[in-house]
């Protein structure tokens, strides 16, 4: 059974067992189950024109269908949806979205299919509780591609209908307050990881402010029980020795406004939630006591006007700390977040600081309910149109674009994560329009947020009419200006430093497209020369003729499979001209030899390397064979990927010129102990020139375990011969034992490393 049949259900709480603030201060816990006539009136409540007929009906299929099944804890399943359909009536959502609510899991739970819903109720609740329906009930599995799919279906129904948004997060957040009924331990870290890293931020970008704080609380007490039980002590004493502060600033807080002839309509104060403090903690690396937020005050004002007047009452009455002021009426967030912040100190005896925040009602209402706040019904009864509120979410349509981006599904869950949080800066370009950004973001963000192809074809930028490299984290109220060249392209070096899922997605999307085209150009190559050496026709139409004995559905993947290694170039030539195809005959490896070449095909597929841009092309140099364990360097070469060198080698002085085209490169140590593949490293030999010296040079070799690749004498004189040997070693201390080996050998006068 899915993630919703975990836990009991539960009527909405003001304030969850554990101390964690409860949205849309509904009952939570175990103080009874919703009832449908609960639910029914509480709809009627804010809406007397909700078609209840149409709910009833809702209610009473998912009844029928989902019959006897049960919550782990004994609950009827039922229980479930209608907890999630009072959560969003707590929202005084639309009555599709309440519908929605109470059928969001027949289709994956029960036998009800999607088109007994859309002809009973309508296309548009079917379109909704399809959207809601997982992929194929993937979600909560280990599979982090079958997260990531299941992810991507969501992103693209809530771009549809935001709705679907609303009614998956009303579902995460019954599912996460009844989370510890869950025996598994495993499971429900599961689940609180990815409410954490998923639902969390989601509920943040549409503004759901009460939501994202509960999720957030519900999962940091699963994920790190020490420290939440640890900070809620502290909380817990905090308001114990100042049971009275709150009731005392917020009267002093509303005496300071009206003196200043404000109608103060409402002043109340709230503590920072235990995840809030832990991450700030964290964040800032600093302790509790230094803390100055812990606890906030909001002051509701009847006006935007009446905000700037209550600021200025407040900056007057008590002293401000430095650089807490935040504006984010003349500059809103992105999900429609407008609010003044400020911090004060308190007059003696407390000397306690304080956040302020200033707003109107409603600011307020949108500040705590966000996209839902815009789903009310209108005073005359009609409901906002469904795509009108998707419309103004630009995030939703960078995710969008993200998706088509991004090569495989968990690159896309990375991607969408690093989109989601969000820590503002506000940037102007130079004709004045609003560039919203994550803090960290550079001139390529900056580039790519204002258009894919102004970020595509980016070469410079100036910061305030300054220069500044690309690299430069940008500043609260910097005018960008991005210098573009024709025929501009993205620089794999620009993943390492932007932090917006829409330009790395993008920048991946480039090093694929070239990555691919350099392996399609070298297969075309070796193809050519291999016709040519055997004096046969190797034109596209002859090639054509073996596409489907090759399996290959056009010439472009024949190329890529040959430049890949897939392929073999005599393979295609066979295929080409059967009658060339030598008689089969049972193979005879050598002992040992055939396991060394599939685990040396297997590590060219993927190397043991960080610091590297996923899916880049990458060379191990034949002039100093780096090797596990080496003190490495990457060399960029356009259309050719990277070469990697060890850092003393004597060809990297021929690359000091343009020193933008070395990167850092370490060998992943935990990858490169998986990797049973053999490296190769290269010997300079000196032995005696005598036929024993050869035997002895292969048996010491064998005997530290490492394998001959190939052997060359270079230099033979009457006494002694100099040999060129490539070593087969697992890394750096098994080269290192077998240059011992050797060295210990008979005949064998001088053994190094090879360079150059």
């Not at 399809?130 to 992103?155: P, Y």
Request: proline share 5%; with cysteine.
């Amino acid at each position: 059974m899915r993630e919703g049949g975990i836990g009991p259900a539960t009527p909405i709480p003001a304030r969850h067992p554990d101390g964690a603030p409860s949205a849309s201060g509904a009952p939570s816990g175990r103080h009874g189950i919703v009832r449908q006539f609960e639910l029914t009136e509480k709809v009627l409540a804010y809406n007397p024109r909700a078609d209840i007929a149409r709910i009833d009906a809702a209610y009473v299929l998912a009844m029928q269908a989902h019959g006897k099944q049960r919550r782990e804890n004994g609950d009827p399943y039922i229980s479930h949806p209608l907890a999630v359909a009072d959560i969003l009536a707590g929202y005084r959502l639309d009555t599709d979205s309440i519908i929605t609510a109470l059928l969001h899991d027949v289709i994956e739970d029960t036998e009800v299919r999607l088109g007994e819903i859309v002809q009973r109720f309508g296309a548009e609740v079917g379109g909704l509780v399809d959207g809601v329906t997982k992929l194929t009930r993937l979600e909560l599995q280990s599979d982090r591609t079958k997260q990531a799919e299941n992810f991507r279906k969501l992103v693209l129904a809530m771009s549809k209908d935001i709705r679907v948004l609303l009614v998956k997060l009303a579902d995460r957040l019954h599912n996460m307050r009844t989370l510890h009924f869950v025996a598994e331990r495993d499971r429900r870290l599961r689940i609180a990881r990815e409410t954490m890293d998923i639902y969390a931020p989601l509920a943040e970008r549409i503004g759901m402010e009460d939501v994202k704080t509960e999720l957030q609380a519900l999962a940091f007490a699963q994920l790190d029980p020490e420290a939440y039980e640890t900070i809620q002590a502290r909380l817990n004493f905090l308001r114990g020795q100042g049971a009275d502060v709150i009731e005392e600033v917020g009267v002093e807080l509303r005496r300071v406004c009206e003196s200043a002839g404000i109608d103060v309509i409402e002043v109340n104060g709230r503590e920072k939630s235990p995840f809030s403090i832990w991450e700030k903690m964290q964040r800032r690396s600093i302790t509790f006591e230094q803390l100055s937020d812990i606890m906030a005050f909001r002051i509701i004002v009847p006006t935007r006007e009446d905000c700037y007047t209550a600021l200025g009452a407040v900056h007057a009455a008590y002293p401000v700390i430095a650089g807490r002021f935040k504006d984010y009426i003349s500059t809103p967030k992105s999900n429609g977040y407008r609010s003044l912040h400020t911090g004060v100190t308190l007059r003696a005896p407390r000397n306690q600081k304080i956040e302020v925040q200033i707003r109107t009602k409603e600011m307020h209402e949108i500040a705590q309910k966000g996209v839902a706040a815009h789903w009310f019904y209108k005073e005359a009864g009609e409901s906002v149109p469904a795509g009108s509120e998707t419309a103004r979410l630009r995030w939703v349509q960078d995710l969008l674009e993200i998706l088509d981006n991004s090569a495989a599904p968990d690159e896309f869950l990375e991607n969408t994560k690093l989109e989601l949080y969000q820590d503002q800066v506000f940037c102007f370009t130079p004709k004045g329009q609003l560039i919203q950004l994550p803090r960290g973001a550079t001139p390529v963000d900056f580039a790519y947020a204002v258009h894919s192809h102004i970020g595509d074809t980016c070469v410079g930028a100036k910061a305030n009419g300054r220069l500044v490299p690309l690299r430069y984290q940008l500043q609260n109220g910097d005018q960008v200006e991005i210098i573009t060249a024709r025929g501009g392209t993205p620089s794999p070096q620009w993943e390492r430093f932007v932090v917006t899922g829409k330009a790395r997605a993008r920048i991946r999307r480039f090093i694929h497209q070239q990555e691919r085209q350099q392996t399609r150009d070298e297969g075309r190559s070796i193809l050519a020369k291999a016709f040519r050496r055997d004096g046969l026709d190797g034109s596209e139409r002859m090639l054509e003729s073996a596409l489907k004995t090759l399996k290959c559905t056009n010439l472009e993947e024949l190329y890529v499979g040959v430049g890949s290694g897939i392929l073999g170039p005599k393979d295609v030539v066979h295929a080409v001209y059967p009658e060339l195809r030598p008689p089969e005959r049972a193979p005879r490896p050598l002992a040992g030899l055939q396991g060394r070449t599939e685990r040396t095909s297997a590590r060219k597929d993927k190397a043991p390397l960080t610091g590297l841009v996923t899916g880049m092309a990458v060379h191990y140099a034949g002039c100093c064979h780096p090797v596990p364990g080496d003190r490495i360097v990457g060399i960029v070469a356009t259309g050719k990927g990277v070469t990697i060198h060890v850092s003393d080698c004597p060809m990297l002085e021929s690359f000091a010129a343009t020193p933008e085209r070395f990167i850092d490169v370490d060998w992943d140590v935990a990858a490169s102990a998986r990797d049973a593949a053999p490296y190769v490293g290269r010997l300079n030999v000196i032995a005696a020139n005598e036929p024993r010296a050869m035997a002895s040079l292969a048996n010491a070799i064998a005997k530290q375990d490492g394998g001959v690749a190939e052997l060359r004498v270079t230099n033979r004189q009457q006494d002694f011969c100099e040999v060129l040997v490539d070593v087969e070693v697992r890394d750096l201390r098994h080269l290192t034992s077998v240059i011992a080996g050797l060295r210990a050998a008979t005949g064998i006068a001088q053994v190094d490393r090879a360079r150059g």
